[in-house]
């Protein structure tokens, strides 16, 4: 079993930043991708960013390419979201999600929702204009 905890979310101007942290606990060693997502009332949940063990491998929605970035420490067992510029459309509840342990070992992390079985319990971000 995994658990995942989110944390650094909160209220920010729009051009600020925030850094988004999630911390696993359980099978931590197994865990190969791993993943950030967003919902905001009325919208769908959406991938904002995914990534690989390794570190060598990366996804980025388009919204948010070149201002936010994916991070993880391997020995922390910890995952990091730096968002810079940020935008009042970003305002959501942000998800760490990570798909079942030893998969995606060789592949790059999955973008579909439905791959990510371990959820943390979402922090909220909130940018004001």
């Known amino acids: 079993q995994v658990q995942l905890v989110e944390s650094g979310g909160g209220l920010v101007q729009a051009g600020g930043s925030l850094r988004l942290s999630c911390a696993a606990s359980g099978r931590t060693g197994s865990l190969y991708a791993m993943g950030w997502f967003r919902h905001a009332p009325g919208n769908e949940r959406e991938l904002v960013a995914a990534i690989s063990r390794s570190l060598a491998r990366t996804y980025y929605a388009d919204s948010v390419k070149g201002r936010f970035t994916i991070s993880r420490d391997n020995a922390k067992n910890t995952m990091y979201l730096q968002m810079n510029s940020l935008r009042s459309e970003a305002t959501a509840v942000y998800y760490c999600?990570?798909?079942?342990?030893?998969?995606?070992?060789?592949?790059?992390?999955?973008?579909?929702?439905?791959?990510?079985?371990?959820w943390g319990q979402g922090t909220q971000v909130t940018v004001s204009s």
């Open positions: 999600a990570a798909p079942p342990p030893d998969t995606y070992v060789s592949f790059a992390p999955p973008r579909n929702s439905k791959e990510y079985n371990y």
